[in-house]
């Protein structure tokens, strides 16, 4: 378990391109999830997450941004928009509609939104500006990402802690399958550029 914890490290120039090459993590994805889980960290100190489980919840999310085939511009905009399928209870939870469609287009019932997949009324909450530019924007990798670092470090998580890593992971999505999905991925970026102790 440890792997999959407290790895963060400052995004410096050589470490990012390195580490993008050694993960197959877009470097301007990576970016973002290094300054998140610092912000995150700094925000609070007991939390321990580290970078690479928040690039795992972006891998399964949404391959960091490439669902669909779409891309990160430099700016950390989705290339498109990347909306989840109707959360109309077929399949999936049932949850009606908290934004009239405005980050989701769907009026009737809500969708996960962006990069990290935020189901509005989860974004109403949990949505931070990350970029500074004075917007919390659901389909930017900057202020997705550390939305995501902060719902992961709610409560008082300590997710150096297996079982607090794991109640993370699960508060963002109840199932095991994904905790272990995640667990898996952060534990490859952790072995993959060389931060397992």
Not at 151 to 156: K, V
């Amino acid at each position: 378990m440890s792997p999959a914890v407290n790895v963060t490290r400052n995004a410096d120039a050589e470490w990012l391109i390195r580490a993008a090459a050694q993960t197959g993590i877009p470097a301007r994805a990576l970016r973002a999830y290094v300054g998140a889980a610092g912000a995150a960290n700094h925000s609070a100190p007991g939390c321990g997450i580290g970078w690479n489980t928040v690039a795992a919840v972006g891998f399964v999310e949404s391959a960091h941004g490439a669902y669909g085939g779409g891309t990160l511009t430099p700016a950390g905009q989705a290339s498109g928009p990347i909306v989840g399928p109707s959360l109309d209870g077929n399949g999936f939870a049932a949850i009606a509609d908290t934004d009239a469609g405005v980050l989701d287009g769907d009026p009737h019932w809500d969708r996960a939104v962006g990069p990290l997949q935020f189901i509005p009324s989860t974004w109403e909450l949990a949505g931070r500006d990350g970029n500074g530019d004075g917007e919390a924007d659901p389909f930017n990798i900057d202020d997705a990402a550390v939305s995501a670092a902060g719902y992961l470090c709610a409560h008082g998580r300590d997710l150096t802690a297996a079982n607090g890593w794991t109640d993370a992971i699960y508060s963002y999505n109840q199932s095991d399958s994904y905790v272990d999905q995640v667990r898996h991925q952060a534990t490859s970026y952790a072995e993959k550029t060389g931060t397992t102790g």
